[in-house]
């Protein structure tokens, strides 16, 4: 507890040393068009995507609104590069490129990795970085990384909206947002919402709530920016349907195979931010960040494990895990303007501290009778009879059945992480045309996992450092080619921190690298078009079952093309395409790598008629996907292609009142969107209408 208090004193003290200019400070509207790193260690006018050399893909808030997104999973339907995993029907879990990852996700640049759905009531834009990016936003970002950035308070402005949305299904949503300016160099800004959960399938249901008030303060040349979040969420756990043949059995697609009660994730979260920006002189400025969140996750489940389809049964396994965690974070960095001669550019100099403490159980399920052989005898799963709904009372030979998760233990971890972290970049002018970004980023990271149940320690430190280089080419202001290289890495307890054995912490963490070439063209101010080619492998480190000695693999390679279309065509047509093209190998080349699909085709069209109509149509195509690692020239459990069509309609009934009505899955489409393992598939959801209505005050 000290320590938080110590650093909350630090960053308090550090408002009155450097607020002390009184000049005003400039706004500057660059929302879609800059990310978040960018515009907080800008200096004049911020980095433009057009000069990033890296794959990047930028989502405002009114374009979720407009196409009625209401996850993240939502948004990277319509992203290329990405596609979604199921995350065990509790968390948002996405692929980059083939890398899967439920923990690189960053709200303003600050590491937000707790399993769990998270809202976008109070998010400006959305950020996915494709490729592995640890210099600016730390350890992680193995495959790529999705930031949030969070509605803030605006000095000088007085405005507010006032949201609510249902569907066809049942779910409702209601959000506010309203910023008040409390004198010339204050503001206020409050975002809430409360969501009511439903979709296609039975027992689906559940509740959020989050409430985010933020303050702005700008003393002269310093900025500061507060923000205190609460969450609370509860909803149905559905872990999908099983397969056979290798592919999902259609005719399960009404059957939910979980129990009311039984299929439960419950999150409690408070999230304290701080964020001070203070220009020091015409070429330098410093900024410092602190963020504090305390998380109680829970989740228990029951899932398909096996599945018979002779006589109808299916296998039922399942766990109760609740999680505890709270992370402090401080970021402090400095950037300053250089010029000699011909060269010009920016140098950034940070340094980083992470303190977490995770706390995580996992408990089996626990049957009293055992169906078969030693029948009678407690067992952690257990076949029933399949029906609508389950019926979990009787085993399918017909014994008394119940369940608790509380009797048998499996594991019980306590975790103590600790990251400190340099970094350097430089942002380089060698010329009009040549520019150049180039930095790397030094991690120690310290770890004790304390196997509580079985009262031991394992401890791990790693240095590890993680270069990247960026060169662009501009052959004209609108247009940019680009070489880039990156790594990031991923220690040995995972990105959960859940586990740490004996061969584990004598291992070294798995690498992952990018190579990417890339174009960017500004058709004009408000339409970009993108590709890249890129190569990305992960490497890991593993004995010999035989020998014993540390051998490296290469666990991962992916190679393939995206391509971007997105903006404004004219003042009524607006465009966004993307198309990817993927092809991997894992294991030296033995297999074909899980939840990679060689294809995938996102588009958006909208078209404003006149001032008081508008439509969209959307389309988006997924190909086929394997549900595990398959050996090359071998069939295995695999995810159909499929192809879903989405329309809009928009209604600006008047200045400030407009009204959106959302078909989803215009074709009543059956997909299955991502699987968790083999009879876990995720049923899509089926022909769905949302209407929604939007006041601005």
Same mark, same amino acid.
Not at 175 to 186: E, G, H, P, R, V
Not at 255 to 265: A, C, E, H, R, T
């Given at each position: 507890?000290?320590?938080? @208090? ?16 009184? #000049? ?83 709200? #303003? ?32 970002? =193995? ?11 605006? @000095? ?28 010339? =160099? ?84 408070? @999230? ?82 992470? #303190? ?160 990417? *070439?890339?174009?960017?063209?500004? *058709? ?38 995206? *391509? ?92 400030? #009142?407009?009204?959106? @009505?959302? *078909? ?34």
């Amino acid at each position: 507890m000290k320590k938080y @208090i110590y650093s909350a004193l630090l960053l308090i003290g550090s408002f009155g040393v450097i607020a002390q200019n009184s #000049d005003d400070v400039e706004e500057v509207e660059v929302k879609g068009k800059v990310l978040y790193v960018d515009q907080v260690n800008s200096l004049k006018p911020p980095v433009p995507i057009l000069d990033v050399p890296q794959s990047v893909s930028v989502i405002t808030d009114e374009e979720i609104k407009n196409q009625g997104f209401r996850e993240i999973a939502d948004i990277i339907r319509y992203s290329p590069g990405v596609n979604t995993s199921q995350g065990e029907g509790h968390r948002d879990a996405v692929v980059f490129r083939g890398v899967r990852s439920t923990a690189d996700f960053y709200q #303003d640049g600050v590491r937000d990795d707790v399993q769990y759905y998270r809202s976008l009531y109070n998010v400006e834009q959305l950020e996915i970085l494709r490729g592995p990016n640890a210099l600016l936003f730390g350890r992680g970002g =193995t495959g790529g990384l999705i930031n949030r950035v969070s509605k803030k308070a605006e @000095i000088g402005e007085a405005f507010g909206t006032f949201d609510f949305g249902a569907d066809s299904f049942g779910a409702a949503d209601l959000a506010l947002d309203a910023n008040f300016a409390t004198s010339d =160099t204050t503001a206020v800004r409050l975002n809430l919402h409360t969501d009511s959960l439903a979709n296609h399938r039975d027992f689906y249901e559940g509740e959020r709530y989050g409430i985010n008030p933020t303050v702005k303060i700008v003393a002269g040349d310093t900025t500061v920016d507060l923000s205190y979040e609460i969450a609370d969420h509860e909803r149905f756990i559905d872990r999908g349907i099983p397969t056979a043949n290798n592919t999902p059995v259609e005719s399960l697609k009404d059957v939910v195979f979980g129990v009311k009660g039984l299929n439960l994730q419950t999150l409690e979260a408070s @999230i304290l931010r701080a964020n001070v920006a203070h220009d020091y002189s015409d070429s330098g400025k410093f900024n410092m960040s602190f963020t504090s969140s305390d998380f109680k996750k829970m989740y228990k489940n029951l899932y398909a494990a096996g599945y018979t389809a002779a006589d109808n049964t299916v296998k039922l396994d399942g766990y109760l895990d609740p999680t505890e965690r709270q992370n402090m974070i401080l970021n402090a960095n400095v950037v300053n303007e250089f010029s000699n001669g011909s060269t010009s550019g920016t140098v950034l100099v940070g340094l980083e501290f992470v #303190d977490t403490d995770n706390k995580n159980y996992r408990y089996n399920t626990f049957f009293n009778n055992r169906a078969g052989k030693d029948a009678g005898e407690p067992t952690d799963q257990q076949i029933f009879n399949i029906t609508r709904p389950l019926d979990i009372s009787k085993t399918s030979t017909g014994l008394d059945s119940t369940v608790d998760y509380t009797t048998d233990l499996k594991s019980s971890s306590e975790s103590d992480i600790t990251v400190t972290s340099f970094y350097l970049q430089g942002d380089i002018d060698f010329s009009d045309n040549w520019k150049m970004i180039i930095g790397g980023r030094l991690d120690n990271f310290d770890i004790t996992v304390t196997d509580v149940k079985k009262a031991q320690d394992q401890s791990r430190k790693d240095d590890m450092f993680s270069p990247r280089l960026g060169v662009i080419y501009k052959p004209v202001d609108n247009m940019s080619l680009y070489v880039s290289y990156s790594e990031s890495f991923l220690p040995r307890s995972g990105e959960q921190y859940k586990k740490l054995d004996a061969s584990g912490a004598a291992l070294d963490p798995d690498v992952f690298k990018n190579t990417e *070439i890339g174009y960017k063209y500004d *058709i004009h101010d408000a339409l970009t078009f993108t590709a890249a080619i890129f190569d990305s492998e992960s490497t890991r480190a593993e004995k010999d079952n035989v020998s014993g000695e540390t051998n490296e693999i290469r666990g991962l390679e992916v190679e393939g093309v995206e *391509i971007e279309l997105s903006g404004d065509i004219d003042d009524q047509n607006n465009l966004t395409f993307g198309y990817t093209s993927l092809d991997g190998v894992t294991s030296k080349g033995t297999k074909q790598p899980r939840e990679l699909p060689d294809q995938m085709l996102s588009l958006w069209y909208s078209y404003q008629a006149n001032e008081t109509f508008g439509f969209g149509l959307g389309v988006t195509h997924q190909g086929e996907s394997f549900i595990k690692d398959t050996s090359n020239g071998s069939t295995g459990p695999a995810l159909p292609d499929y192809t879903r069509v989405d329309f809009a309609l928009f209604i600006n009934a008047s200045d400030n #009142d407009v009204i959106r @009505i959302n *078909i989803e899955n215009l074709t009543d489409e059956l997909y299955f969107p991502h699987s968790h393992s083999t009879h876990q598939a995720s049923v899509g959801e089926s022909l769905n209408a949302r209407v929604s209505y939007t006041r601005r005050f």
